[in-house]
């Protein structure tokens, strides 16, 4: 199956904390960052997760925010450092891809946050994104 989905990042369950409804999963990136997905207690069981299960977190690049300086107070569980390796700007939206440790990501962001951040090839930012926008897909 081909997806849409820019951001496919390769990791390895290491905690499936279940709920009634939700379930949160925690995944170790082959960079050794840890990501968190918010998932169904249906797919996890579906998909048979458990700890040391290899999938794929899936994040598309609208729900991936940058930010330039310290993160502090935010419920946003997904943080990942990184380095801007191109910015791609259209006539009201840009494309970032982001390099972090062991993978890329791409952010669809809009070309006045781009300019407001002076976003350009080498900026330190950090990748943003919610435990409700990842999902996972077993490998």
């Not at 995944?27 to 797919?43: E, F, K, P, S, W």
């Not at 350009?120 to 943003?128: E, F, M, N």
């Amino acid at each position: 199956m081909s997806l849409s989905i820019r951001n496919q990042i390769p990791g390895t369950v290491t905690s499936v904390t279940p709920g009634e409804a939700m379930a949160t999963v925690k995944v170790r990136l082959t960079g050794g960052q840890d990501v968190t997905a918010a998932i169904t207690v249906d797919a996890v069981d579906e998909l048979g997760l458990a700890a040391g299960s290899a999938v794929h977190a899936l994040v598309k690049a609208t729900e991936v925010a940058l930010a330039t300086g310290p993160v502090e107070g935010l419920s946003i569980r997904n943080r990942l450092p990184g380095t801007v390796r191109e910015v791609t700007t259209g006539a009201a939206m840009a494309t970032v891809r982001v390099a972090v440790e062991g993978a890329e990501l791409t952010a669809s962001i809009t070309k006045d946050a781009v300019t407001d951040l002076a976003l350009t090839q080498g900026s330190t930012v950090t990748a943003l994104f919610k435990s409700t926008e990842v999902s996972l897909a077993t490998v």
